[in-house]
């Protein structure tokens, strides 16, 4: 277990709905990552937040949108969903002050469907 | 082309064998090497993490870093059934997100 929880496990939704997953990183961990990874695509980096601040940005669509709260659990916001966002949504965390010793930890993903 | 390639596989091993797992990459930039395990309906695990060139024991585990050929490699030795996984390799440069392969899928027959 990596200590990184993400909710729910599974979601199944229709086209043009919107959607949020949830994350809490590892207790101490300051820094969230959010993944998409597809068959096509692998693992994606979307979006990475810090101490609540957002820290760099990937390949996130206009359509999506993250946040990370002030008890430092962060949340991916999905909307006007299409087919092709069907994937697996990892978060991971990290202490992430210094480079050196950064190693990031994931959760076990939600699997998003968009039918 | 991907800035990482890595092959698909799968791969498939009898227990024991000698595993080698490679990933090329294109971008200089990058300094920080790491290889994940990912099982089946799992988040991946990080496996193996080395800084620039030469080569990281840690168990059954070997990662090597050749930064003049842009070719990083992970070696399972005596490898079991329980290493059968899709094996990431991810790398990074200054910037902390991670650029990663798109993984192989390993399995060890019994």
């Known amino acids: 277990d990596s200590g990184v929880t993400q909710t729910p496990k599974h979601l199944i939704t229709a086209t043009g709905q919107r959607v949020t997953l949830r994350c809490s990183p590892r207790?101490?961990?300051?820094?969230v990552y959010w993944y998409q990874q597809s068959l096509d695509q692998g693992l994606q980096f979307l979006i990475q937040?810090?101490?609540?601040?957002?820290?760099a940005k990937g390949n996130i669509l206009e359509r999506f949108s993250a946040q990370q709260f002030p008890d430092l659990h962060s949340e991916l916001n999905l909307s006007s969903l299409e087919l092709g966002d069907s994937a697996l949504y990892f978060c991971?965390?990290?202490?992430?002050?210094?480079?050196?010793?950064?190693?990031?930890?994931f959760g076990s993903g939600t699997q998003l469907s968009v039918l | 082309q991907k800035e990482v390639e890595q092959d698909p596989g799968p791969l498939s091993v009898p227990e024991g064998a000698i595993v080698s797992l490679n990933c090329t990459y294109s971008?200089?930039?990058?300094?920080?090497f790491m290889w994940y395990r990912q099982y089946s309906r799992k988040g991946p695990e990080l496996l193996m993490y080395t800084y620039s060139s030469g080569n990281k024991e840690d168990g059954r585990f070997t990662a090597q870093v050749d930064k003049s050929s842009k070719y990083i490699s992970l070696f399972i030795r005596d490898s079991q059934p329980s290493d059968s996984a899709t094996y990431l390799c991810?790398?990074?440069?200054?910037?902390?997100?991670?650029?990663f392969g798109s993984g192989t899928q390993l399995t060890v027959l019994p």
């Open positions: 991810a790398m990074r440069g200054s910037a902390r997100q991670l650029t």
């Open positions: 207790s101490g961990d300051l820094s």
């Open positions: 991971a965390s990290s202490v992430d002050p210094h480079p050196t010793n950064e190693k990031l930890f």
């Open positions: 971008n200089s930039a990058f300094q920080y």
């Open positions: 937040y810090y101490n609540g601040e957002e820290r």
